[in-house]
C-alpha cells in the first residue's frame, strides 16, 4: 500500500511518501493512524493529534471509521483552511 504524506506531516515524518505492508489487523484509517504512531518519533509528533488529520482513500476524502481494505493509496493532510 503506499502512503503519501502532506504539508506538515510529510515534514515531521521525514518522506513524501513509502510502500507498507500493513500488519494484521489495521482495519480502518484510525487503526492505520494508531499503527503509524508506532513507527517512531517522527510518526508521533505527525501524527500526536490523529483526530485532525485528514485522510483521502484513493484520492476520496474519507472519515476515520472508513475500511482500509483493498486501498492502493492513502493521503494524510493536516487540517487544511481556505481563502
Known amino acids: 500500500m ?3 504524506y502532506f504539508a506538515w506531516v510529510r515534514e515531521r515524518i521525514g518522506t513524501s511518501e513509502e510502500e507498507v505492508e ?8 484510525a487503526d492505520l493512524l494508531r499503527w503509524l504512531q508506532s513507527r517512531g518519533e517522527g510518526y508521533e509528533q505527525a501524527l500526536q493529534f490523529p483526530d485532525v488529520i485528514r485522510v483521502a ?3 476520496e476524502h ?12 492513502i493521503a494524510l493532510f493536516p487540517p487544511m483552511t481556505g481563502g
Do not use: F, W, Y
Not at 22 to 29: A, E, K, N, Y
Open 2 to 4: 503506499r502512503l503519501i
Open 22 to 29: 500493513l500488519p494484521d489487523g489495521i482495519d480502518t484509517v
Open 62 to 73: 474519507v472519515d476515520h471509521r472508513e475500511k482500509i481494505s483493498g486501498a492502493r493509496e
Open 57 to 59: 482513500i484513493n484520492q
